[in-house]
């Protein structure tokens, strides 16, 4: 990978008669003086070819097929249907326009592999001049510079779970387009971990199974990719991610469905750990989000994968393509750029942040506040529901807490509680509240967090309260607390201590306690 690619790209756009799969043939030149790493994409940034070298005057012809169909590009305004298709050209040209003669497209029949999961797979726009130490890439976008005779539809949205693919509007696309002999490659896991109802071997793995009869169904074949690990931690006992569940289910649905199962969680969270924390800060954006770098890394993986267990129909559409992935240039990362082994795992916005978009939550009391709660990066905006009246789980909240007050006390998993595996996304946040004095030993009896409990008014007015006061002067009773809370304007309407409190209220309260903190 040579450092000069930095620049700005050319794209051309041709516009098709309907919905369906195209044969796309493009026209390169050298130009006057000649082109070195020129990359072709297409699409939101789907690689096709790359590394790609022409003398000048040279001519070169690039045929790829391309789906068009329905995307969600923004969560709450529906799907939309853009009928063209573009071109992008990238690289270390005088005159990137003179590299181009034509584009034309053509209906035609192949399959196609519909891709379905979140952020780690996502279609990632770049920012400009180009730096791909400093932009997001998934190894979704990636795969299609391996594979020719296949056309790639990539659904994935950051943000989602097994349950908000489906809920949200995504499946109902890839359902609609999908025909006999084409692929469905799922990757989920991630925020499913954050969901304390969507556990690994419970209603994850239940959804699983749901996508696999969906796709079977419509006659097209199921794939399974497990998930990439985030930089990994190490203890005492050595180095850890916390995936390793949704990691066995999968290969345990796969196994149990007959279903082929790309294992990256494995071969990712080893090459991590052999190569070590530095190594890892030039592959990463933050601590669970790859660079373009990395996204390399994980696809040329995935399609080596996908040839060597005879994936239908990969194995007959693997190209002579076999490029190293780039090593990367630090000489382009910012003075002012924090580690990635620093960063903590973020939602990936887009460009505008958009309005709120969950769809169940227009007009009810608590929407101007969960707005600043958007504002102020406490809520997700690539879901479609937040279920704003159904109880917070104990174990939930406290993540949502901490975003709210990110200053905590950081030490390893002591098993205080015996109902918390270490190991869990919930326990780091457990030990840090516990570590904190921010909770009431009243409300974690007989050594029990609780985290599938609902959290109650009493329990949330005391953390809240507790927080305010500097660490070791926090032993204050509960009934001090909520009078405290009530002073501060820290309760809602409707506050009982005893009661459950819902996500819209306890979101509001949050965004409160972040006023009152400033």
Not at 210 to 217: A, C, F, L, M
Not at 359 to 365: E, L, N, Q, S, T
Not at 376 to 401: A, N, S, T, V
Request: glycine share 8%; charged share 25%.
């Amino acid at each position: 990978m040579d450092k000069r690619i930095l620049g700005f790209p050319f794209t051309r756009r041709l516009q098709v008669p309907r919905k369906g799969v195209y044969c796309v043939t493009v026209r390169l030149s050298g130009g006057r003086t000649g082109v070195r790493n020129l990359n072709l994409y297409t699409g939101r940034r789907n690689l096709i070819r790359r590394d790609m070298e022409l003398a000048p005057g040279e001519l070169c012809t690039v045929a790829f097929y391309a789906h068009v169909c329905e995307y969600i590009p923004v969560v709450g305004e529906g799907a939309k249907l853009d009928l063209s298709i573009t071109v992008t050209l990238l690289g270390d040209a005088d005159c990137l326009a003179d590299c181009f003669l034509s584009m034309a497209a053509e209906e035609a029949s192949v399959p196609t592999v519909f891709i379905g999961g979140d952020s780690l797979v996502a279609d990632y726009e770049a920012e400009y001049p180009y730096n791909p130490l400093m932009n997001f890439g998934s190894w979704g976008q990636n795969l299609p510079q391996y594979f020719q005779g296949m056309a790639f539809c990539n659904q994935a949205h950051g943000g989602l779970t097994t349950n908000c693919f489906r809920q949200d509007g995504h499946w109902n696309i890839v359902r609609d387009n999908i025909r006999p002999g084409d692929v469905f490659m799922m990757q989920f896991g991630h925020n499913d971990q954050k969901r304390r109802n969507l556990k690994a071997f419970v209603q994850y793995a239940s959804n699983l199974r749901w996508y696999i009869s969906e796709v079977r169904e419509r006659g097209g074949y199921p794939v399974i990719v497990t998930s990439m690990s985030r930089i990994p931690g190490k203890d005492g006992d050595g180095w850890y991610d916390l995936l390793e569940e949704y990691e066995q289910s999968c290969l345990r649905v796969g196994r149990e469905c007959h279903v082929p199962v790309i294992n990256l969680h494995d071969y990712s969270f080893r090459l991590f750990c052999e190569k070590g924390v530095d190594w890892c800060r030039d592959y990463f954006m933050d601590v669970t989000h790859t660079n373009d770098y990395g996204a390399l890394l994980m696809s040329r993986f995935i399609a080596g994968e996908l040839v060597r267990q005879n994936v239908e129909p990969f194995v007959l559409h693997r190209n002579d393509f076999d490029g190293e992935p780039w090593t990367p240039e630090t000489s382009l990362r910012p003075r002012e750029a924090v580690a990635s082994s620093e960063k903590e795992e973020r939602p990936v916005l887009p460009h505008d942040l958009p309005k709120l978009p969950y769809a169940d939550c227009r007009g009810i009391p608590q929407e101007q506040k969960l707005k600043e709660a958007m504002w102020k990066g406490l809520l997700d905006p690539c879901i479609l529901y937040f279920h704003p009246f159904e109880e917070m789980p104990r174990g939930q909240f406290l993540y949502l807490f901490f975003k709210a007050m990110p200053d905590r006390v950081r030490k390893p998993w002591s098993g205080v509680y015996c109902d918390v595996y270490r190991y869990e996304w919930d326990a780091g946040n457990i030990q840090a509240a516990y570590d904190s004095g921010l909770i009431d030993a009243s409300t974690t009896p007989d050594r029990r967090f609780r985290p599938d409990d609902g959290l109650t008014g009493g329990e949330l007015a005391s953390i809240m309260v507790r927080s305010l006061h500097p660490l070791g002067e926090r032993e204050i009773s509960m009934e001090d607390c909520e009078k405290e809370a009530e002073k501060l304007g820290l309760l809602w309407d409707g506050y009982s201590a005893g009661r459950w409190v819902n996500r819209a209220d306890c979101t509001a309260a949050l965004v409160n306690l972040m006023d009152v903190k400033r």
